[in-house]
């Protein structure tokens, strides 16, 4: 599989790991032979608010944010924050929706109902995967930090990545430890493929 | 964080680089001598990777200089004796550095090595800014050229051409970045490391420091007919400056013009469309190519200009357009008439490919395939705004605060006014706390108190870190002790500048940090003794103390109270350290809310509001993943409810 381009949009909350998911996969994709240009975001806009982040990557360099209406990906470490970025999604329903079901909620502020997020989902495209990320790195894991990792095992489905590639990128991320780990919610992420959400 | 891999690699070989760490790569393979910065965003990386680097690197010195102001006279001197010298700050730095740097920009060094870049990234949006500010109308002030990169690949390229371009002319050169090109990370094809070439000996006279004031007016005039003039020269050969598509046609007669990451953004959106334009891409964006633009203008009948914020290019291109009499129709944010109608581009705001397109659906009258207003829509968001982290130390300060006013308020009946700075802390101006009248820039709070404690009879209140203390605080601070302004200085010292990354200053601790076992610390506490004032420090250091929001309260209380009644100006000391980097060193204790004792009551999840804590229907609940430990809910839950978890 070789990609002419390829545009993602990651939304998230601050400190769930959105800039090493982009790190890994950006330098993964690099690996693979391709030109990454990834948009990280540092400073205040982490300090626990809403975080976008977006990579694209083809055979020729793209600009650091991609227009509405052209991701070919969308995911979200967090439900509700899907509604930030829907606009980037394609008119023609294609766009790969990856959601992550954990739910951050916030003292006296009504969370987006089920219901609405679906009728919004179902609207913009016909490829919507709902994750459970969270239960998968808390059960399995044991620590919730992983949940970035868990879903970017997921995505290798859709992506022109081999194993030991994003294995070489992790390891550049993360040591010892922390890369052991790190590996395990990869593995976790892989295995959900086989399941149907 | 992999600081190896700047320095690491064969020339040739492919990098997966941020903006800023391909600058800093860029700096080692133009031999440069010394680093100085104040960090802030999006510049920080900068700093932080040279700091990693920079003795195995050879270079002799990195420092986090104590302001801008300081960092830049520091490289600045070292550019005179004949170092190649860089200086990195965010777009508000400048303002802090402005005052030094139009005399540096005017001298003229004598020493062949000498050259100078100044590093400044603006911040588009604002997202981590106090004021959105768009640096490059400081060009046109201070007289010096500049250059602003599209990617990371050319951040590690126009690094070098700057150092290139400053060692030639001794002029200092101006790197321009935005947010979405210091963050933005990518391929970037590194070269050779090159060793300094600074020499032992170096001639100074008449560099630093000259009285002499028609010398300087000579300086002046060498710097405008001959070191821009030569610039200028540069800048129109420089393949900085080229045209891209040169022979591309379109039904419009449209040629475009257009610089640094809205180079990217026209690209995408002309792909989108599927139509091609010549492009004019500005890299050395001072002086402007006055030629080259003036040939590129000729061929179209109708140009855009494509630029983020202020209309530094527009206006100038008009000119060239007016002063060659060419008829062409120039769209843009048409600068003269700061009219939202007429304007093409937001002048306000970070552009993105988004704003191009519909921009050019307007210019050209085009029929998109798909309708960009149509898929523009809004959805019901839920609205989430920056909070201090789980366990901060400025949260247990906002609380006690709180509790603090209410009873001087009741005890003195005097309105109270709060004045913020720039930090962490700021998060105080929001609910649930809401302490903020006024705040201008980073070190300006103690002197807004004392404006008001001048002109009225409420009590005034300054609430400032450590790290901002020390940029510029301290003059403001003896401003007031020396008038004798009763004000009430809340200096919040968590030892660490904690909103861009935990950097160090001269308080910190030295064992805790890179570099710090060649430093000396400062003792904050010694030092505001010496001034002399009325200065009382409460410390939570250690967290073990079970009463210390009640004590800071009370300390409050009693300053507030005693700069009401004595007229007295007052300092409270509040050491408590910045929980992110307290637990780097060792695992926090986590707390948990037992449900049997908790009666929902609702204090530690409203009033305190830290965000590792919720309401489930029947008690608050404790997010083990998200707790730091800090230990506050523990001591204002007024159940006992609250508890410490065994460690595992
Ligand atoms: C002139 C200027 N330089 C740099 C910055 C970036 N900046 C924002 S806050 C801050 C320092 C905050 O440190 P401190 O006062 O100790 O507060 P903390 O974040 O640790 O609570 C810096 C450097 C800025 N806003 N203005
Ligand atoms: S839950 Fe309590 S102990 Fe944990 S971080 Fe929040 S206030 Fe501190
Ligand atoms: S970084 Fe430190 S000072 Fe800033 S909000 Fe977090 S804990 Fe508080």
């Not at chain 1, 381009?5 to 909350?13: A, H, K, Q, W």
Request: aromatic letters at 8%.
């Amino acid at each position: 599989m070789k990609v002419d381009s390829y545009r993602i949009v990651l939304t998230g909350l601050g400190g769930q790991g959105l800039v090493s998911l982009l790190q890994i996969l950006g330098n993964a994709l690099k690996i693979e032979g391709y030109k990454v240009m990834t948009s990280e975001t540092h400073g205040l806009s982490q300090r626990g608010g809403k975080v976008t982040c977006f990579l694209s990557f083809g055979n020729k360099l793209l600009a650091p944010i991609p227009m509405i209406g052209t991701a070919d990906m969308i995911i979200a470490l967090e439900e509700s924050t899907i509604l930030d970025v829907l606009n980037f999604a394609k008119p023609d329903k294609s766009t790969n929706l990856i959601i992550s079901t954990y739910e951050k909620h916030e003292i006296e502020k009504d969370y987006p109902s089920l219901e609405y997020l679906l009728d919004a989902l179902y609207e913009i495209s016909e490829n919507i995967y709902f994750i459970p990320a969270h239960e998968v790195a808390v059960k399995s894991l044991g620590n919730l930090k992983t949940m970035n990792i868990v879903i970017l095992g997921y995505i290798l489905k859709f992506l022109p990545i081999k194993r030991d590639v994003i294995e070489t990128a992790i390891k550049e991320n993360f040591l010892g430890k922390r890369f052991e780990m790190n590996l395990k919610a990869l593995s976790e992420g892989q295995k959900l493929i086989s399941k149907n959400f | 964080m992999n600081y190896n891999k700047i320095v690491s690699g064969k020339a040739g070989t492919e990098k997966f680089f941020l903006g800023n760490e391909a600058i800093v790569r860029g700096a080692i393979e133009s031999g440069i001598d010394i680093y100085t910065f104040y960090p802030g965003t999006p510049s920080s990386e900068v700093g932080e990777n040279f700091m990693e680097i920079f003795r195995e690197a050879g270079m002799r010195w990195v420092e986090y200089s104590i302001n801008e102001k300081v960092a830049i006279e520091v490289a600045g001197a070292a550019y005179a004796r004949g170092a190649k010298a860089m200086v990195g700050m965010k777009n508000v730095g400048l303002n802090v550095a402005s005052d030094p740097l139009f005399a540096l920009a005017t001298t003229r060094p004598k020493n062949e090595n000498s050259a100078m870049v100044i590093l400044v990234a603006d911040d588009p949006q604002q997202y981590s800014s106090a004021v959105e500010m768009d640096s490059r109308y400081f060009l046109k002030i201070f007289k010096i050229p500049a250059l602003e990169p599209s990617n990371p690949q050319e951040c590690l390229e126009f690094t070098k051409e700057a150092f290139n371009i400053s060692k030639e002319l001794k002029l200092p050169v101006i790197l321009r970045t935005v947010t979405m090109i210091s963050h933005a990370r990518s391929n970037v094809v590194i070269g050779e490391i090159k060793t300094s070439g600074i020499e032992e000996n170096f001639d100074l006279s008449k560099e630093v420091n000259v009285a002499s004031r028609v010398y300087f007016l000579e300086l002046k005039e060498d710097q405008i007919y001959n070191r821009l003039k030569r610039a200028l020269e540069m800048s129109e050969n420089s393949s900085l400056n080229r045209i891209v598509n040169e022979n591309s046609k379109n039904p419009y007669d449209l040629g475009i013009i257009t610089s640094g990451v809205s180079y990217s953004y026209t690209n995408e959106a002309l792909d989108f469309f599927e139509l091609e334009a010549p492009i004019l891409k500005i890299g050395f964006i001072n002086p402007l190519p006055e030629r080259k633009i003036a040939e590129f203008l000729r061929n179209f009948k109708q140009i855009f200009v494509i630029e983020e914020n202020d209309t530094f290019l527009e206006t100038q291109i008009l000119a060239i357009a007016q002063k060659n009499r060419f008829n062409v129709k120039i769209h843009g944010k048409d600068p003269f008439s700061y009219s939202k109608e007429n304007t093409l581009l937001p002048m306000v705001g970070e552009l993105n490919p988004t704003k191009v397109a519909l921009a050019l659906v307007k210019v050209l009258n085009l029929k998109p395939r798909i309708d960009l207003r149509q898929i523009n829509k809004k959805y019901n968001l839920m609205a989430r705004q920056a909070i201090l982290c789980a366990g901060c130390p400025h949260r247990a300060t906002g609380y006690a605060l709180q509790k603090a006013i209410k009873k001087i308020k009741l005890k003195t009946g005097k309105d109270i006014y709060f004045y913020q700075d720039i930090g962490c802390y700021t998060l105080l101006a929001l609910p649930p706390f809401s302490f903020a009248n006024v705040k201008y820039c980073m070190g300006s709070s103690i002197a807004l108190a004392q404006g008001v404690a001048r002109t009225s009879v409420s009590l005034n209140i300054a609430i400032i870190g450590d790290g901002t203390f020390f940029h510029s605080g301290i003059p403001a601070l003896i401003n007031g002790i020396y008038n004798n302004t009763p004000i009430l200085v809340l200096l919040l010292d968590n030892g660490w500048i904690g909103m861009t990354g935990q950097q160090p200053n001269p308080g910190s601790d030295t064992r805790y940090y890179k570099e710090g076992s060649t430093k000396e610390a400062i003792n904050l506490e010694d030092f505001l003794h010496g001034t002399g004032a009325n200065i009382s420090t409460i410390n939570h250091y250690e967290k073990d103390d079970e009463k210390y929001i009640s004590n800071l309260t009370k300390l409050i209380f009693e300053k507030g109270v005693d700069v009401i009644e004595n007229r007295k100006l007052n300092v409270i000391l509040i050491r408590d350290e910045c929980i992110q980097k307290t637990i780097k060193r060792e695992a926090p204790t986590i707390r948990y809310v037992n449900p049997e004792l908790c009666n929902n009551c609702g204090l530690c999840y409203n009033k305190l509001m830290c965000p590792a804590i919720d309401s489930k229907e029947e008690f608050a609940f404790i997010d083990r993943n998200l707790c730091l430990g800090c230990g506050i809910c523990e001591e204002i839950c007024p159940n006992n409810a609250i508890e410490k978890e065994e460690p595992k």
